[in-house]
Nanobody, 123 residues
Framework: VQLQASGGGLVQSGGSLRLSCKAS????????IGWFRQAPGKEREGVAE????????YYRSPVRGRFTISKDVAENTVYLQMDNLKPEDTGVYYC?????????????????WGHGTLVTVSR
């Protein structure tokens, strides 16, 4: 069972990036998938999550309206489209899985933290 995040990079403030979270060893209809991030010197925080079994999603307020989480079942991949990026969005982004249904990004439910991908937003 593995989750691999990719797609990070350096972008200017106001720019966009799309992150990918490729799942292996399980299918997306079995688990909720969440995106989290950790900025330098700060605690890890939830960003967005998507339900296993329908199109339900949940976002933390700082990213609501700017980020969009989606999934491609055929590719077994979850995406995080990030628009209007701000310097405070800088951090390492991770994806992880949780038992079915939305979890409000409570990290205690999440497992299989893969290697993250670094997002740097310059001013």
């Amino acid at each position: 069972v593995q989750l691999q995040a990719s797609g990070g990079g350096l972008v200017q403030s106001g720019g966009s990036l799309r992150l990918s979270c490729k799942a292996s060893g399980f299918t997306l209809d079995q688990y909720t998938i969440g995106w989290f991030r950790q900025a330098p010197g700060k605690e890890r925080e939830g960003v967005a999550e998507i339900s296993c079994c329908d199109t339900s999603t949940y976002y933390r307020s700082p990213v609501r309206g700017r980020f969009t989480i989606s999934k491609d079942v055929a590719e077994n991949t979850v995406y995080l489209q990030m628009d209007n990026l701000k310097p405070e969005d800088t951090g390492v982004y991770y994806c992880a899985k949780a038992p079915p249904r939305l979890r409000g990004l409570a990290s205690k439910y999440y497992r299989e933290w893969g290697h993250g991908t670094l997002v740097t937003v310059s001013r």
